[in-house]
């Protein structure tokens, strides 16, 4: 395959996950699928979980993310561009997609280790507050289902954060290793040319 046949076949799955990046993030700003919480966090009420509101899913994963996903597949125009200078900015914009990356999963994981913010009580704590109950169990909540009973509000919380931040795990995970496969591929095309050079010649 060449290189700039690679570059098109990196873009189009960078596309899609820079979406589902996007989307998750959107959705983890409403808990349950209601809006009344993120309208009581805006007015200083805790009510949405800390790792959302970093954006890693919106501006991580997805737009530093679909940027050089765009530039990948300008560069595959007709599978083989026989540009050189193309295939070498393509390395720069693969890394700023890597960095992208590295921050939503990082941001993922933090999330699924601390949990959601919800009201909640136990045993220990019975009465109701809005915390984030299983910040100090690193990450033995996931585990352990009936922890997830303390969460009393919003309805299914644990379950809703827990699917959408894995999503975004696995999205930034695919997405580093595309983005880290372009940079290759981009300094291979850069040095070699693409299989479109002697086309260009003749």
Same mark, same amino acid.
């Given at each position: 395959?060449?290189?700039?046949?690679?570059?098109?076949?990196?873009?189009?799955?960078l596309?899609?996950?820079?979406a589902?990046s996007?989307?998750c993030n959107i959705?983890?700003?409403f808990?349950?699928f209601?809006t009344k919480?993120?309208a009581?966090?805006r007015?200083?009420?805790?009510?949405?979980?800390?790792?959302?509101k970093?954006?890693?899913?919106?501006i991580?994963?997805?737009i530093l993310?679909?940027?050089?996903?765009i530039?990948?597949h300008?560069t595959?125009?007709?599978?083989?561009?026989?540009?050189?200078?193309g295939?070498? *900015?393509?390395?720069?914009?693969?890394? /700023?997609?890597?960095?992208?990356?590295?921050?939503s $999963?990082?941001?993922?994981?933090? !999330? @699924?280790?601390n949990g959601p913010?919800?009201l909640w009580?136990?045993?220990?704590?019975?009465?109701?507050?809005?915390?984030?109950?299983?910040?100090?169990s690193?990450?033995?909540?996931?585990g352990n289902?009936?922890m997830?009973?303390w969460?009393?509000e919003?309805?299914?919380?644990?379950?809703?954060?827990v699917g *959408?931040?894995?999503?975004?795990l696995? /999205?930034?995970?695919?997405?580093?290793?595309?983005? $880290?496969?372009?940079?290759v591929? !981009? @300094?291979f095309g850069?040095?070699?040319?693409?299989?479109?050079?002697k086309?260009?010649?003749?």
């Amino acid at each position: 395959m060449c290189t700039g046949a690679c570059s098109k076949f990196i873009a189009i799955p960078l596309y899609i996950l820079a979406a589902v990046s996007i989307i998750c993030n959107i959705m983890l700003f409403f808990p349950g699928f209601e809006t009344k919480y993120a309208a009581e966090d805006r007015e200083g009420e805790k009510r949405i979980t800390e790792e959302v509101k970093y954006m890693a899913g919106l501006i991580g994963g997805g737009i530093l993310v679909l940027v050089p996903a765009i530039h990948t597949h300008l560069t595959s125009a007709k599978n083989c561009c026989a540009n050189r200078c193309g295939m070498f *900015l393509s390395i720069g914009f693969a890394a /700023a997609g890597a960095v992208g990356a590295i921050y939503s $999963l990082s941001v993922a994981a933090l !999330g @699924l280790s601390n949990g959601p913010t919800c009201l909640w009580r136990n045993l220990q704590s019975p009465i109701p507050q809005w915390g984030t109950p299983f910040a100090n169990s690193n990450g033995s909540y996931l585990g352990n289902k009936a922890m997830w009973d303390w969460c009393k509000e919003p309805e299914d919380v644990v379950e809703f954060n827990v699917g *959408l931040f894995s999503t975004l795990l696995v /999205a930034a995970c695919f997405e580093l290793a595309l983005c $880290l496969i372009q940079m290759v591929n !981009g @300094l291979f095309g850069c040095l070699c040319g693409t299989c479109g050079g002697k086309e260009v010649r003749a």
